[in-house]
Every structure is written in structure tokens, then in C-alpha cells.
């Protein structure tokens, strides 16, 4: 299936009421900064080098960040933090992802979230995360040379697993979620965990750039970049 068409599947997806609501409703009543903007409000789809050998998988839309641009990881500062690095490690362009229209490229990678639609609290439910799943089987499949994921987040990095799991790539013990860890198991790409840049991490500093950034730069020597 192409990437075209798997993307206007996911825009189009309704299997979660509550998350549709919910995004609809932002997508209506609108922050107090963006109020002259149209927001996106609709299942939000990866972005990226169809030949990208990285992947780098976040857990959901931001309300006002690309449940309002229609990008993933895009018109926030989560969005810019994570530009800054892949940008460091020469995967991107530019800088800072603020527009659709901005003008990012990006080189041998690929963005996406474990769940396309914005979730209350930025905690999408057991159920949520389950039912968008197909939708990172599906991108994954037509990215037919990835190499590396880079998992942001625990429920990237559980994302990561299921889908290996689902190709038969099985790991034991249990892989560990911890920031920078590395692992390359037999017969699927190579996953190496980081911690999500929330608002939340960068700003106590739990993550910073140069973290974010060798974490990426590892994610570029893996893929033979």
C-alpha cells in the first residue's frame, strides 16, 4: 500500500469517539494564541523521506501543536526541541517545525505517533493505543528500508515492540525502557529508547539537546548514514 494511501486512511480513521471529540472540540474552541488559525482537528499521519532508514516514533498529537497544523511534531515547542536535533544530526533541513509550509525536509527519516489523534491529558487509553496500531503497521511496511527506530517515550517504545513482535522478532527478557538504551534485536531494526520531548522533560531537564541529539547521531551511525 502506498504511503499516500495509507495516510488518507488515517485522516479519514473514526475508531475512537472519545479522541474524535475531543480533537474536534479543540479544533473549535482554540487557544487564546491561535485563535485566527483554521486547526487541523483530524487524525494526524506520519511525515518524512519515503527512503528514510530512521524512524522516529512519538506517542500522540499535541492540542495545539499538530492537532492544529495537521504535522506531526509540528507548531510547538516539543516540535522545535526535536527539529533542533535531527537538524544537529542531518536529518533535517531547518531548525524548528512551526507550518505545514515551512519548508522542513526531512533526509533518511520518518516521523509518527504510536496514536494520530491529540488524547486528553496526553494519555491516550489502552484501548486508543490499540486501535491506531494498524495504522503504524501500515506506514512501517511502506517504509521498505528502515534500519532504526528511535522511540520517544515509553508508549513509542512499547509501539516499537508490538510492531517487531507482530514481524516475529522476539526479545527476552522483557526490553527495558530507559534513555539512550540500545537495542539490536535478530531479524528487525534496531530500537533505542529516549525520553519524549514533553515540555515536562525539557524544561526540568530531564532531557536535554545534547541527549536528544546523541540519540539521534547513534540512530544515524546504525543506519549507516
Known amino acids: 500500500m502506498s504511503l499516500t494511501r495509507i495516510h488518507s486512511e488515517i485522516v479519514s480513521c473514526t475508531r475512537c469517539e472519545r479522541l474524535r471529540t475531543y480533537c474536534a472540540q479543540i479544533a473549535r474552541e482554540k487557544k487564546t494564541a491561535h485563535r485566527d488559525d483554521v486547526y487541523w482537528g483530524r487524525p494526524v499521519p506520519g511525515f518524512g523521506d519515503p527512503d528514510a532508514r530512521v524512524l522516529v516514533l512519538g506517542l500522540a498529537p499535541a492540542a495545539h501543536g499538530a492537532n492544529r497544523t495537521g504535522r506531526v511534531f509540528t507548531g510547538d515547542g516539543s516540535g522545535d526541541f526535536l527539529m533542533r536535533a535531527m537538524h544537529a544530526a542531518g536529518f533535517?533541513?531547518?531548525?524548528?517545525?512551526?507550518?505545514?509550509?515551512?519548508?522542513?525536509?526531512?533526509?533518511?527519516?520518518?516521523?509518527?505517533?504510536?496514536v494520530r489523534c491529540a488524547p486528553p491529558d496526553n494519555?491516550?487509553?489502552?484501548?486508543?493505543?490499540?486501535?491506531?496500531?494498524?495504522?503504524?503497521?501500515?506506514?512501517?511496511?511502506?517504509?521498505r528500508r528502515l534500519r532504526v527506530i528511535v522511540a520517544l517515550g515509553k508508549i513509542g517504545f512499547d509501539a516499537a515492540w508490538r510492531l517487531l513482535a507482530e514481524r516475529g522478532v522476539r526479545v527476552r527478557p522483557r526490553p527495558a525502557f530507559g534513555h539512550g538504551l540500545l537495542?539490536?534485536?535478530?531479524?528487525?531494526?534496531?530500537?533505542?529508547?529516549?525520553?519524549?520531548?514533553?515540555?515536562q522533560n525539557t524544561n526540568t531537564r530531564k532531557l536535554t539537546p545534547e541527549?536528544?541529539?546523541?540519540?539521534?547521531?547513534?540512530?544515524?551511525?546504525?543506519?549507516g548514514l
Do not use: F, W
Not at 190 to 199: F, L
Open 211 to 223: 541527549m536528544l541529539k546523541a540519540v539521534l547521531q547513534t540512530a544515524a551511525t546504525m543506519a
Open 92 to 114: 533535517a533541513n531547518i531548525t524548528t517545525s512551526q507550518r505545514i509550509d515551512d519548508g522542513l525536509r526531512l533526509t533518511d527519516a520518518y516521523i509518527a505517533a504510536a
Open 123 to 143: 494519555k491516550p487509553s489502552v484501548e486508543e493505543i490499540a486501535a491506531c496500531h494498524p495504522h503504524l503497521v501500515n506506514e512501517v511496511a511502506a517504509l
Open 183 to 199: 537495542y539490536e534485536p535478530d531479524g528487525g531494526p534496531a530500537v533505542i529508547a529516549s525520553y519524549h520531548p514533553s515540555r
